[in-house]
């Protein structure tokens, strides 16, 4: 069964003050790994797609990589306006059709 | 172009009553994905379709089902409501590419209290 676990749980940045949130996976033949960005009462808004370890996808002050074990989602001198939960999903050769989900990260800006 | 649209954006229902939520796609995306969101669970997937048949399907009791149209718009429906289905139900749209199927696009939720 895929597995996806991101950490820390919450976490709290003052403005430009970089960082990096992790999402560890456990899957049987990736078939892709998304980050998506949620804000309170909406849905999820997508954010990367990384097929394959070693790809690195960037946006705005977003970076994604990822690893054969694990992404992270790198923020460079965040601002107020990235405050938001971030989450990581996995899709899976056994599971083509559905995203397995992290729990995900609030992230807090101060400014 | 417009986004996915889901109706009703918010409800209210009494346990033992059954509710109905309606999806509508991406304009030219076939694939539609319904996820259930809880704060103690996260996004639990629900069930996918497309071309108007279910391809997979969570693991979630037989109260919870749904259906897609031939214009690929989708509804689901929980029977018998329970407490425990409060939560925000989520739709998804996505073009499907084959076996790298791409990102999916989500809608602004359903949000179902049982009381």
């Known amino acids: 069964e895929d597995q996806v676990t991101q950490s820390p749980e919450a976490l709290r940045l003052q403005e430009g003050e970089s960082s990096s949130l992790n999402c560890s996976y456990t899957?049987?033949?990736?078939?892709?790994l998304f980050w998506y960005r949620q804000d309170p009462g909406k849905g999820p808004e997508f954010l990367f797609t990384l097929y394959s370890a070693g790809e690195e996808k960037e946006k705005e002050r977003l970076k994604a990589t990822l690893t054969k074990k694990e992404s992270f989602l790198h923020i460079t001198a965040p601002k107020p306006e990235d405050s938001a939960t971030y989450l990581c999903a996995v899709r899976s050769a056994g599971s083509n059709y559905k995203l397995t989900f992290g729990k995900g990260t609030l992230l807090t800006v101060n400014p | 172009k417009a986004g996915v649209t889901q109706t009703p954006r918010y409800l209210i229902k009494t346990r033992g009553q059954q509710v109905t939520l309606s999806c509508s796609p991406i304009?030219?995306?076939?694939?539609v994905s319904w996820y259930q969101q809880t704060p103690g669970q996260g996004l639990q997937f629900l069930f996918e379709?497309?071309?108007?048949?279910?391809?997979n399907k969570g693991n979630f009791p037989g109260r919870f089902s749904g259906r897609q149209f031939s214009n690929s718009r989708s509804e689901m429906n929980v029977s018998t409501l329970e407490l425990g289905d409060s939560a925000l139900y989520l739709c998804?749209?996505?073009?499907?590419?084959?076996?790298?199927?791409?990102?999916?696009?989500f809608g602004e939720g359903s949000r179902l209290t049982v009381l």
């Open positions: 304009s030219g995306h076939r694939s």
């Open positions: 998804a749209s996505s073009l499907d590419r084959g076996e790298n199927t791409g990102e999916l696009f």
């Open positions: 379709y497309f071309s108007e048949t279910q391809r």
């Open positions: 899957v049987s033949g990736l078939r892709g």
